[in-house]
């Protein structure tokens, strides 16, 4: 069997003649088929089919299923192919010189099966070697993760699949010594990268440069998602770490997302990165009645409630959704059901890792020692800067106790040699025990740093409008949190691309979040927005999305931008209500007021919240930075429109959530009586400074003469009108926008004049319905209704409508149509077409060629050279060339 495969992969096609190349076919076929015969009866007798691949150099891949045999053999362009079956698992090829001959074996089965074996909820972890493959069966689709093949030198690689849809994933981490653990600090050293490239569905970039540039939006906001999902996870790690994932492959069918932060998780799972838990994520999306995990991009765009959902199999991590108004009551159902999923996805992944994860790096621990000192020399320091409201003075008083601390532990500012712990330490214990005793002062006495109770909102102050020249404004204070709203209105034009997988996708409404370092009394960079500046924004977008006139009832494109000129805490909370005002001052029709409250918790970061601790509304930013929890929930009165939660705990239970929703809709019913108490309700009329849109529909067929030739008639319309713009769809569809509505409506009616179906137009309103010409036809006296730069309009027959294009006017090129014919004029024309949609096409060149008439180079009915003898053509003398 080896001589005979040699023998077949060695021989050379031959390049003298033809002949000899179809010996040389002839010759190796028989060989084949003595080789095809000799690896069917060996692979069905009992034993050894990995052994006869292993003595015969081939590569092993699925012993276990039957597949295809495919022999191609192309000497300079003479291919053939022999089929037989075989069981799979071999693949070999030769390219040895200039040799042609490639044998393989594909890995498609005969009958592709698109079912798997597992049970909804099951997992099966198969090993070849240093390759590992995890099957997991959720929500009746089965989702696989493969490492052992490809990055192989990053700490942790995973290549996840989901129907078309693959994504590939590592997890790295700083290298050092063992003994170099480092010291926790308040951020941990987590980078993630999320990226999308276009080449995963089958497209490329459209502009000048080819190679996928820096991250859009969407990569952002998914990126800040694998970071929120995992970070919590990572406490006292604090080494430098960064997570990558590229989509590699994608269906258009199963989002990439949820993928993304699952194999995330599993890369770390598997590498030396001590995660204190698995973490698990799902999609949850409601369409019509029914829940869905993991539904697919048609489901979510069908359904009226979409969530993101991470967590580990004790409780919930993090959170991002939107909905339409939906109750809470919804919303704990499928936030319980995704938990569900998500404690069989921690088991399958924690097996797996289990199986092959690399042995973890240990976590610096804080010595006791520095705790015990810590708490003797700062608790009174602490507790009295925590009762201090005004955010400047609380903060110098808490850098004044740190200072009193560290001169009381290290007044020499050198640490004792048998001391085991040092400033570093001292630090972080100073920062855990500010923590301890912001609980302990809520817990015990019932009020915050501000003096308020737990569930009360800060005072609220409205101003509207603010700016004299902007379509819309609003100034919102909320405490110390304040944001400056301003609306812009525009027509199609204004309207936001988004380049996503799917294509390039047009954004009629879109919010843009400012937040400067002057905000909280700092100095920083400004330019291009940061990742938080994009998540906040967008949060802030799904908040009032779902209040939105639809274009058919309001043909404006929206554009929102909220500058946060002061921040003491939720200042995405605040967007979301100073944008509200701004688009009823702008008088947009919303269909209701919506409104946000940030919610915190104060809990021990090594424990699961329940439904027993102590949870905060409208927090304070020193709350947020202290406690365990930033819940953000924004809607209306009756429902929810978007949430976004982050924790640093261990996670949620989901009576922690459902408590946490139910104190958000009290205080979001406050806030929104503010608000309606300032403006109840949007303003009739748009304000003076804002654009007028006036929608009309024209036929289809007219768009070429509302255009005009190069654009001229509509350029022309709109300056004569003094139009912003003037759209122009494929239906029809027309938009006039003026400041001046007068100017709008004079617009309006022209443009229906001019499509009207009268005896100075092309265009009718009804198609015609008598008896049509026949190809060669005559029709003699047509009049002309309508000239343009391509051609004359005639009227063939009453009510029937044509086209005499300019090349078929006369037997002469004719330059401008409208020197030679008029409105009115009388020509004779012949059918010479009749196209599939019934249009004729007519010649008038035809008629005068076939007049013979001598003067067939003029026109005697219209040209201007009727009647005079045409110029001799001047003779052409040849000379011979000088030498």
Avoid at 107 to 132: C, F, H, M, Q
Avoid at 802 to 808: F, Q, R, T, V
């Amino acid at each position: 069997n080896r001589m005979a495969l040699r023998t077949a992969l060695m021989t050379r096609p031959m390049t003298q003649s033809n002949n000899k190349r179809m010996a040389s076919i002839t010759l190796i076929i028989p060989l084949f088929f003595v080789l095809t015969t000799l690896f069917y009866v060996c692979l069905h007798k009992e034993g050894t089919r990995a052994e006869l691949g292993s003595r015969m150099g081939l590569r092993s891949r699925i012993p276990s299923q039957v597949g295809t045999f495919q022999r191609v053999f192309a000497p300079r362009g003479i291919r053939s192919r022999l089929e037989m079956p075989v069981t799979t698992g071999f693949h070999l090829r030769s390219s040895r010189g200039d040799t042609r001959v490639k044998m393989s074996v594909e890995l498609d089965v005969d009958a592709p099966n698109t079912e798997s074996d597992l049970r909804d909820g099951e997992y099966k972890i198969e090993k070849n070697g240093e390759k590992a493959i995890l099957r997991l069966q959720i929500a009746g689709r089965e989702i696989q993760m493969e490492t052992g093949t490809i990055g192989k030198l990053a700490g942790g690689t995973i290549l996840i699949r989901d129907g078309g849809t693959v994504l590939y994933t590592t997890a790295c981490a700083e290298r050092v010594s063992e003994e170099d653990l480092g010291k926790p600090t308040d951020f941990t050293p987590l980078r993630v990268d999320y990226f999308e490239r276009s080449s995963a569905a089958g497209r490329t970039n459209q502009g000048f440069f080819k190679r996928d540039g820096r991250p859009s939006d969407r990569e952002v906001l998914i990126s800040r998602v694998i970071d929120r999902s995992i970070r919590p996870l990572l406490m006292g790690w604090a080494r430098e770490t960064q997570t990558l994932s590229w989509v590699l492959s994608y269906d258009k069918i199963h989002l990439p997302s949820t993928l993304a932060v699952l194999s995330a998780s599993a890369s770390m799972a598997i590498s030396e990165i001590p995660m204190r838990q698995i973490v698990g994520c799902v999609r949850v999306a409601k369409v019509g009645d029914e829940i869905i995990i993991n539904p697919t991009r048609d489901q979510v765009e069908n359904g009226t409630m979409e969530l993101v959902v991470s967590g580990t199999k004790e409780g919930i991590v993090m959170i991002e959704g939107e909905a339409d108004f939906v109750e809470n009551e919804i919303l704990i159902e499928a936030i319980a059901k995704a938990q569900e999923n998500i404690a069989v996805m921690c088991d399958a992944v924690e097996a797996f890792a289990a199986e092959i994860g690399k042995e973890k790096q240990p976590v610096y621990d804080l010595p006791s020692l520095a705790m015990d000192a810590v708490t003797e020399a700062g608790t009174e320091l602490v507790d009295k800067a925590l009762r201090i409201s005004n955010k400047q003075e609380r903060g110098k008083a808490f850098d004044q106790a740190k200072q009193a601390v560290m001169e009381q532990l290290f007044p020499s500012d050198e640490v004792p040699t048998d001391q085991e712990w040092d400033q570093a330490d001292a630090s972080i214990a100073l920062k855990r025990l500010t923590i301890r005793r912001l609980r302990h002062m809520v817990e015990n006495y019932g009020t915050r740093i501000d003096g308020r109770e737990v569930t009360q909102v800060r005072d609220i102050s409205i101003e509207t409008p603010v700016l004299p020249c902007t379509h819309g404004s609003a100034l919102f204070t909320r405490g110390t949190t304040q944001a400056l709203a301003t609306i812009t209105l525009g027509d199609s034009s204004m309207q936001l691309i988004d380049p996503t997988l799917h294509g390039d996708i047009s954004k009629s409404f879109y919010l843009q979040y400012n937040f400067p370092p002057c905000s909280i009394g700092d100095v920083g960079r400004v330019g291009s927005p940061g990742r938080r500046e994009v998540g906040h924004g967008d949060l802030a977008q799904r908040a009032l999305r779902p209040a939105i006139p639809p274009e058919g009832e309001f043909p404006y494109t929206i554009r929102a931008e909220s500058l946060v000129t002061q921040s003491d805490g939720s200042s995405s909370m605040a967007t979301v209500c100073a944008c509200c005002l701004g688009m009823m001052d702008a008088g947009i029709p919303i269909s209701s007021p919506v409104a946000g409250v940030a919610m915190g918790l104060l809990v021990d970061p090594t424990t699961v919240a329940d439904e027993d601790s102590l949870i905060l509304t409208d927090i304070l930013g020193f709350e947020d930075a202290l406690g365990m929890m930033d819940f953000k929930v924004a809607g209306n009165a009756s429902g929810v429109t978007s949430l976004q939660l982050d924790i640093k705990n261990r996670g949620l239970s989901l009576g922690a959530v459902a408590k946490t929703l139910n104190m958000a809709s009290t205080a979001r019913t406050k806030i929104l009586g503010e608000m309606q108490s300032v403006l109840a309700a949007p303003r009739q009329e748009l304000a003076a400074s804002a654009p007028k849109i006036l929608p009309l529909k024209i036929p289809p067929a007219a768009i070429g003469k509302l255009i005009g030739p190069g654009g001229k008639t509509i350029r022309a319309l709109i300056e004569e009108f003094g139009l912003e713009s003037c759209d122009v769809d494929e239906d029809g569809s027309v938009k006039v926008m003026a400041i001046d509505v007068k100017q709008a409506e004079k617009a309006r009616k022209k443009i229906e004049k001019m499509v009207s179906d009268d005896d100075k137009g092309p265009f009718v309103k009804e198609p015609y319905s008598g008896p049509m010409p026949e190809v060669g036809d005559v029709l003699e006296g047509v009049k002309i209704l309508w000239v343009e730069s391509y051609g004359v309009f005639v009227e063939a027959k009453p009510g029937l409508k044509a086209l005499c294009h300019i090349s078929e006017l006369d037997v002469k090129r004719v330059e401008k149509i409208s020197d030679h014919f008029k409105v009115g004029d009388t020509i004779d024309v012949k059918v010479i077409d009749i196209n599939e949609k019934n249009q004729l096409k007519l010649s008038r060149r035809v008629l005068l060629k076939a007049a013979n008439n001598p003067e067939k180079d003029g026109d005697p009915v219209s040209s201007p050279t009727a009647g005079t003898k045409p110029k001799p053509r001047p003779k052409r003398h040849r000379t011979k060339p000088k030498l």
